[in-house]
Structures are given as structure tokens and as C-alpha cells.
């Protein structure tokens, strides 16, 4: 949405792709996702998120063969506060954002820590693709579902759009729309 304020308190459905869609995190056998290295340590660092970003939580997640799912909560500031008040400075910590911190700079800094990591081991420069997709899960029926689709994900590898087999006839990139 182009004038959502992506800070807001909420839960929020990402995928994010690896270049090229290059399957670089592990692979899809008898229908289970199996993590190589650089798939185990992109789900490692997703599982640190929560410690350096005290505003959010993070919850569903999957990793595949070379994209991953997951369901990341804002939650409502503290300094912001629950009674529509303006904070006087002295309430605010030194952030620029006015919720919490946007979930865009969560993916920058995710993508760029993960990266940092793979670089170590592997030599690989560029992993991730430039943007990701996100989803605004605005109720209980829509996280439900989003949690569904995460749950079987390795379930539908032959049918997903990421997967390289059905991707190679199709020369037109699609939009991420995940279906529970």
C-alpha cells in the first residue's frame, strides 16, 4: 500500500527471495523442507530477531528452497502509548520512527546481518533479491490462514511460483499471492 504507515501495530505476512530465485537454502525432499548451511543459518538469524528489535515479535516462519515465509507482529510502542497522547521529548527514545520501528527497515537489516553471515562461509555477494513482498493480516481469519499456508508450504513446492521447475516456462514475473 503506498501511504501505509508500515510502523503501525499489526501483523504483517513477508516473503522474501533469494537473487534470482536461486534455491541457495536447502531443498524440498519427500515433501520436508531439508536446510543446508545457508539455509540453517538464515533461519537462525530469523529466530534473532525478536532480541534486536524489542518492538516486534515474530511468529510463523518457513524457510524453502529459495524464498522465505514468515508473520511478524509490530507491536504498539511504548513511548507512543495506548491513550492518544502526544509524548513530550523526554518519553521519546532516540528513534525517528512514530509507532515502533517500520517493518521495512526490519527486512533491511535482516537481509543485510544474513548476508554479512552467508559472505563468511560461502562467498556468495549477493543473496537476497532487492525488495520483498508483504501482506497487512488485518484479522483473525486472515493470520489464520497466512499460518495455514506457512504450516504447508513444503507441502505445495511442485505448485509454488518460486519453485525453479515452474518458473521456467514462464518468462513473465507474477506478484506474490499466497492462497490458504
Known amino acids: 500500500m503506498h501511504e501505509y504507515d508500515y510502523s503501525n501495530p499489526g501483523y504483517y505476512f513477508v516473503t522474501i527471495c533469494t537473487q534470482n530465485?536461486?534455491?541457495?537454502?536447502?531443498?524440498?525432499?519427500?515433501?520436508?523442507?531439508?536446510?543446508?548451511?545457508?539455509?540453517?543459518?538464515?533461519?537462525?538469524?530469523?529466530?534473532?530477531?525478536?532480541?534486536?528489535?524489542?518492538?516486534?515479535?515474530?511468529h510463523d516462519f518457513i524457510v524453502m528452497p529459495n524464498h522465505i515465509h514468515g508473520i511478524i507482529q509490530i507491536l504498539q510502542s511504548r513511548w507512543w502509548g495506548l491513550i492518544n497522547q502526544t509524548p513530550t521529548p523526554e518519553q521519546i527514545p532516540a528513534t525517528k520512527f512514530k509507532n515502533g520501528i517500520p517493518l521495512g527497515e526490519i527486512i533491511r537489516q535482516f537481509k543485510a546481518k544474513s548476508t554479512h553471515i552467508i559472505r563468511n562461509i560461502s562467498q556468495m555477494y549477493q543473496i537476497w533479491q532487492k525488495n520483498y513482498y508483504e501482506h497487512i493480516i488485518r484479522d483473525a481469519a486472515k493470520l489464520d490462514s497466512m499460518k495455514k499456508y506457512i504450516l504447508k508450504n513444503p507441502l505445495q513446492w511442485k505448485e509454488d511460483e518460486n519453485n525453479p521447475e515452474k518458473i521456467?516456462?514462464?518468462?513473465?514475473?507474477?506478484?506474490?499471492?499466497?492462497?490458504?
Do not use: Y
Open 21 to 58: 530465485r536461486e534455491c541457495l537454502l536447502g531443498s524440498i525432499e519427500n515433501n520436508r523442507m531439508v536446510l543446508n548451511d545457508i539455509g540453517q543459518m538464515v533461519s537462525q538469524h530469523w529466530q534473532e530477531l525478536s532480541r534486536k528489535f524489542s518492538g516486534m515479535e515474530k
Open 168 to 180: 521456467q516456462g514462464n518468462t513473465q514475473q507474477t506478484r506474490f499471492t499466497p492462497t490458504a
